[in-house]
């Protein structure tokens, strides 16, 4: 074991159902003790998560702070670190314990790096458990276009109970602007990718929990909370071009990069808002073409006579149709069987029922 000294940053807002497991998994690691930190920003929660977060004081440490959102939280927490690797967690994830074993470890034989990922475990409200992890390209700077290709299919390997990052990367980068209030962490992950090379490690080592409060995987149609991820989004979108045109990266490369951000920012606002038929088309299709590039001909027929209805079909109402379909059982086991959705190449994707 190597002597890197690492901080854990969790962030939590009343997870008071979850943030004993999350700071067990911490403590729980295979790693020195005397290596670590852990560090426990309280968002402003109106729950019992601070009385339970003081039950593992001295081990850990507690920042309380009103309510603000990630950005706020990772802004108050950050200075704080005194770690050379900053691992961060939410509150309602928790980690295997090879996790920060492993990271550091990374990070010690590689000094070019400056963010490390790693696979998942998504336990889904139906009690079905999907573990993800990357096929290939698990090396990549998101400062070419190759490179800006690799970064945005690999980014939900560097999410927030995933990224671990270097100290001195995260100066470089400054605080994060405190209106994404939502995925924040993909600012930070984003910069971090475009300013120093990234890996992702084969091993599945965070436990992904959806549940009904979750606030970016939301579980329906919640005006509010759409509309509330709907502002950061186009926030983190328009904050992530500047800074990367800031950082001398050419429009082109600003373009690949931010691409998928803003397209689910311009998705969210014609789903709540409204807008030209035509927009809905536009959206769709370079969605499609990002998340699904190897898709089949006759997929990409099927998606291009949907995108046909689009055209003389108001957004809202083509975004509530798809919801009623989502929903019918019927509809998706027609889909299963006749014309399932693409697999995505890049990815293993493997299910367990409990």
């Known amino acids: 074991m190597g002597k890197l000294f690492v901080s854990v940053l969790i962030d939590t807002y009343n997870h008071e159902a979850f943030i004993e497991q999350a700071i ?36 850990v440490r507690l920042i309380r702070k009103p309510n603000g959102g990630q950005a706020s939280a990772f802004n108050a ?5 005194k770690g050379e ?37 998504i336990f889904h409200r139906d009690g079905r458990e999907q573990t993800e992890t990357l096929r290939e390209g698990f090396r990549f700077q998101a400062n070419t276009m190759e490179g800006a290709l690799l970064f945005r299919r690999r980014g939900a390997f560097l999410g927030t109970s995933r990224m671990a990052i270097r100290s001195e990367l995260l100066r470089r980068i400054g605080s994060v602007p405190e209106e994404i209030e939502i995925q924040a962490d993909e600012y930070l992950f984003t910069l971090a990718s475009f300013l120093m090379e990234a890996r992702i490690l084969p091993e599945p080592l965070t436990y992904y929990r ?20 709907q502002r950061s989004l186009a926030v983190l979108a328009g904050s992530l071009s500047r800074q990367l045109e800031n950082r001398g990266a050419s429009p082109q490369l600003c373009r690949a990069v931010v691409e998928y951000t803003r397209a689910c920012a311009d998705q969210l606002r014609l789903m709540i808002d409204g807008g ?5 088309t536009g959206v769709e299709w370079k969605l499609y073409g990002i998340i699904h590039p190897e898709a089949p001909y006759s997929h990409r027929l099927f998606k291009l006579l949907i995108l046909l209805g689009a055209l003389v079909t108001p ?27 693409p697999e995505m190449q ?5 299910w367990r029922v409990k």
Request: proline share 7%; net charge negative.
């Open 210 to 229: 959806l549940h009904e409060a979750n606030r970016f995987q939301l579980a329906g149609f919640d005006l509010h909370k759409l509309r509330h991820k």
């Open 276 to 280: 030209w038929p035509w927009e809905t």
């Open 77 to 81: 927490g950050i200075p704080e670190c």
């Open 346 to 350: 890049n990815l293993e994707r493997n």
């Open 24 to 59: 067990r998994s911490v403590l729980d690691q295979d790693f020195p003790a005397e290596q670590r930190e852990i560090i426990v920003v309280d968002d402003g929660s109106t729950d019992r998560t601070p009385d339970l977060v003081r039950q593992f004081e001295p081990q």
């Open 85 to 121: 690797i900053i691992a961060f967690l939410d509150g309602d994830d928790w980690w295997d314990p090879r996790k920060l074993s492993l990271v550091a470890a990374a990070f010690e034989a590689h000094p070019e790096l400056g963010i490390v990922g790693h696979g998942i475990i």
């Open 315 to 341: 957004p809202k109402c083509f975004y509530g149709a798809q919801r009623i379909l989502s929903q019918s059982g019927f509809y998706r086991r027609v889909r299963a069987r006749c014309l399932p959705v």
